[in-house]
């Protein structure tokens, strides 16, 4: 994806239409960061995924988030995306018949949204007080909610709308997947629940070192074949809940999975989402549908944070700050993928 700078200064402006009361910030110009030593994460094969929901309704279970109730009759949780009371939810694409399981015509596929962990996070650089923070070991992104001032800057940088403020609360917080970060041993869920729970291994968690191999390893298995593919984590030894590399299996070595699911090999596209967009994200995702028809946006390489940071770095930069330059590329970056979006738009619903 490229941003044409017209595109980029007409959504700066209106980035900073909301942001302009903050306080000038000076850093230096940076590239990319990297990816922590020991980053834990997700991933997520949209082809394994059967849309039972069990990872959305254990990430409230293990949150303690409440109910969402979207239909008349008040009786199921309903979440529609996610929000203050869901941190996790499963979308469905939908096209034509929508018949065939992982086609992109006539077909129908899944998509699971909740926080990316990126490796250089826009909505840790918008932070004006740090209560967005990135591990500098597992890289977990994480929030503070007694540093957290309210300013919502979070929420307008992050370019994939995962932050969510809870308007209806008296001292509302913001509510992120924070990968489950607050398990302790005995708990219910040793790690992240929506992995824990996934009958299939759509969702699997692990160092994301693994999940990269992982990922590389069903890319290349014959469409059509019969494969055994991971549930639950990889890459750990049993009862490590935190990233520990003297642990680590290899994720080639399938003698190593703890547990598995054996099943045909898709035709995968040949790519995995997050291993290169934004300077990388600690959630991958595989599908066998475009990631745009699925909601993923495209985006460049270069993190918008170093992008921000580097024009804040600018002299002119002392009057603008991250997150009016964040909300600029947002918005830009938004209306980049719009064609395909508004194409993809009708057939894409929640389930
Ligand atoms: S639990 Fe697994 S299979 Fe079920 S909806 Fe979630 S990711 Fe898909
Ligand atoms: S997906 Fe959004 S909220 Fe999550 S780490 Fe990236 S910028 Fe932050
Ligand atoms: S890691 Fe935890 S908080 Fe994040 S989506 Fe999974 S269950 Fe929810």
Redesign the pocket.
């Given at each position: 994806m490229s941003l044409d700078r017209r595109q980029f200064l007409k959504g700066m402006l209106a980035g900073s239409a909301s942001a302009v009361a903050c306080t000038p910030t000076r850093v230096e110009a940076r590239g990319n960061l990297t990816m922590p030593p020991k980053a834990m994460g997700l991933l997520f094969d949209s082809t394994l995924c059967i849309g039972c929901k069990a990872c959305v309704a254990a990430c409230k279970e293990a949150n303690g988030l409440p109910p969402e109730f979207t239909k008349p009759d008040d009786v199921w949780d309903t979440p529609l995306d996610i929000s203050g009371k869901t941190k996790n939810i499963i979308k469905v694409y939908r096209h034509g018949s929508g018949l065939t399981k992982d086609a992109e015509v006539d077909g129908y596929a899944f998509m699971k949204h909740s926080?990316?962990?990126?490796v250089d996070?826009?909505?840790?650089s918008a932070c004006p007080v740090s209560a967005?923070r990135?591990d500098p070991v597992d890289g977990i992104?994480s929030y503070d909610e007694k540093a957290c001032i309210g300013c919502r800057y979070?929420v307008v940088?992050?370019?994939?709308?995962?932050?969510k403020f809870e308007y209806d609360k008296a001292l509302p917080k913001i509510v992120?997947?924070e990968l489950c970060r607050h398990l302790k041993p005995g708990d219910a869920f040793q790690y992240p629940a929506c992995a824990q729970v996934c009958p299939t291994g759509a969702t699997l968690y692990g160092p994301v070192a693994d999940l990269k191999a992982e990922a590389q390893r069903r890319l290349a298995l014959k469409p059509g074949s019969e494969a055994e593919f991971p549930r639950g984590r990889i890459g750990m030894a049993p009862g490590d809940k935190t990233a520990d590399a003297t642990t680590w299996a290899s994720p080639s070595q399938k003698a190593s999975f703890a547990d598995s699911h054996v099943a045909r090999v898709p035709h995968y596209l040949q790519r995995i989402y997050g291993d290169k967009e934004?300077g990388g994200?600690q959630?991958l995702k595989l599908s066998a549908v475009p990631m745009a028809k699925l909601g993923m946006p495209e985006l460049p390489e270069r993190s918008f944070?170093s992008v921000s940071e580097t024009m804040q770095h600018s002299l002119y930069g002392y009057l603008i700050t991250p997150a009016i330059v964040l909300g600029g590329l947002i918005i830009a970056a938004r209306r980049n993928v719009r064609p395909e979006e508004d194409e993809a738009g009708q057939a894409q619903e929640n389930e």
């Open positions: 926080c990316l962990h990126c996070p826009s909505c840790v967005m990135k992104v979070c940088a992050c370019p994939f709308s995962v932050p992120k997947c934004l994200t959630v944070a």
